[in-house]
């Protein structure tokens, strides 16, 4: 470092910059973040050289950001200068070189060949240049993440909390909560850098190796493969470039409204092949589609069958279904529907006014009257069965009726009548008559 010191820095390649090559994730939601620059104010993690460092912080509840690495060595990997992952798809480097087969590079280890490795590819334009050629596999479209992941900004863990002696509370800015163990808690720079033993790397690899795989169906006459996820703007010949190197193609039927395809190879070994070659790799002009076995003719038309029985009859006439068969008839009721007769006669638009229902409503008019009479003749009561005697009629044996109100003396006035208040018009034992109301 002290040689470095010493030369001119623009001679000896010292990094000066005006904003930093950072990912979504890092920079925060923030749009008006405010950083700090400082020309030359570290040393690059990789290289070892000076370069400008700049510090921010992304969110009122995250933690300060800095850069860690130089520009020079953050364009070599494509990667961002804090996070040190893929600037593109947000992955590790190791995934990323994995998942599209590049080969891990020696790992240069003096001051010397890093610098050399560097001034290399930046004199032959080599920087980030090789990463916009690569093409995203099915593996990687499957692993990125698509949205800034800002929990990963989050304020360090509390040592006083905890040791159990922070005395801040919640005004605390740093997190209180236990730290995690684990293998995921042992990371280092340069093996996130050069891809090399990264344990967030392995992890997600190791999901990927339990990804379902496409087995072939047992039903040796299937050739077919279905393709779902297409788009209007990918064609048949698309579908066909993408197939026709695994064997001769029998057929290839897309289906507009459902966005699929089917696929159908002349013998069963091509179709193997091809689903074998294409399982979870099948991207038709960028676009990720999933790759499936055709199923037999018989469960399409069983299933095909079954959906069509939840419809109602007259859709599923419609649909080109057999016609309904009459229902048995297990309870002999009468016959119904626009050419069987009338259930009930109230129904029947003929017989409602005519004279028929005329004679026997007027009929039963007269038995309900002469019941009437028979009852008035038979007992005491009136038509309604109401006892007492009928207007005109005489008393029946023991009946007396009431007797007048009276007037008794000593009533409040508005309260007498022609009726004692008491049987006899005399009062109950114990009983004084109310006090006479003066008159005014």
């Known amino acids: 470092m002290a040689n470095r010191l010493l030369a001119d820095p623009e001679a000896d390649g010292w990094e000066r910059a005006d904003f930093p090559i950072v990912c979504e994730t890092c920079l925060g939601p923030n749009p008006y973040v405010r950083m700090q620059r400082m020309e030359y104010g570290g040393e690059c993690h990789i290289s070892g ?21 130089c520009q020079e060595v953050a364009k070599a990997k494509n990667v961002c200068q804090v996070c040190l992952l893929d600037l593109d798809y947000n992955l590790p480097v190791q995934v990323r070189d994995s998942a599209t087969g590049k080969e891990v590079e020696d790992l240069p280890e003096s001051d010397v060949n890093k610098e050399y490795v560097l001034q290399r590819l930046s004199e032959d334009g080599d920087l980030d240049s090789s990463f916009n050629k690569q093409r995203a596999n099915d593996t990687i479209l499957k692993l990125q993440r698509t949205t800034p992941y800002y929990k990963r900004n989050r304020a360090p863990i509390c040592s006083f909390f905890v040791k159990g002696e922070c005395k801040r509370g919640a005004e605390c800015p740093y997190r209180h909560e236990m730290p995690s163990t684990g293998e995921l808690a042992e990371q280092n720079i340069k093996d996130r850098y050069y891809g090399v033993n990264d344990p967030v790397a392995r992890k997600m690899m190791q999901r990927v190796d339990t990804l379902p795989k496409l087995s072939p169906p047992e039903d040796a006459s299937i050739t077919t493969l279905y393709i779902g996820g297409l788009t209007p703007v990918i064609g048949e010949d698309d579908i066909r470039d993408q197939f026709y190197s695994y064997g001769e193609l029998q057929s290839i039927k897309k289906i507009e409204h459902k966005q699929c395809a089917f696929v159908t190879f002349t013998s069963r070994q091509a179709a193997e092949t091809a ?150 018009g005399a009062l109950p034992p114990g009983m004084r008559p109310p006090p006479p109301v003066a008159q005014q």
């Open 275 to 424: 689903a074998e070659a294409m399982s979870n790799r099948l991207i038709i002009k960028g676009n990720r589609c999933r790759l499936l076995w055709g199923k037999p003719q018989e469960k399409r038309d069983a299933a095909a069958a079954a959906a069509l029985s939840m419809l109602p009859s007259q859709l599923q006439h419609g649909q080109g279904a057999a016609a309904p068969q009459a229902p048995v008839n297990y309870f002999n009721l009468p016959p119904t529907g626009p050419g069987a007769g009338p259930r009930y006669p109230s129904m029947d638009p003929s017989a409602m006014g005519s004279h028929a229902q005329r004679e026997a409503r007027e009929s039963n008019d007269g038995d309900s009257q002469d019941h009437k009479r028979a009852r008035r003749s038979s007992g005491p009561g009136d038509a309604n069965g109401n006892v007492g005697p009928p207007l005109g009629g005489m008393p029946p044996p023991g009946w007396q009726p009431i007797p007048p109100m009276q007037f008794f003396p000593g009533m409040p006035p508005g309260m007498g009548g022609s009726r004692p208040p008491f049987p006899g």
């Open 49 to 69: 050289r000076p370069y400008t460092v700049f510090r921010w912080r992304p969110g009122n509840d995250a933690r300060y950001k800095k850069t860690i690495i």
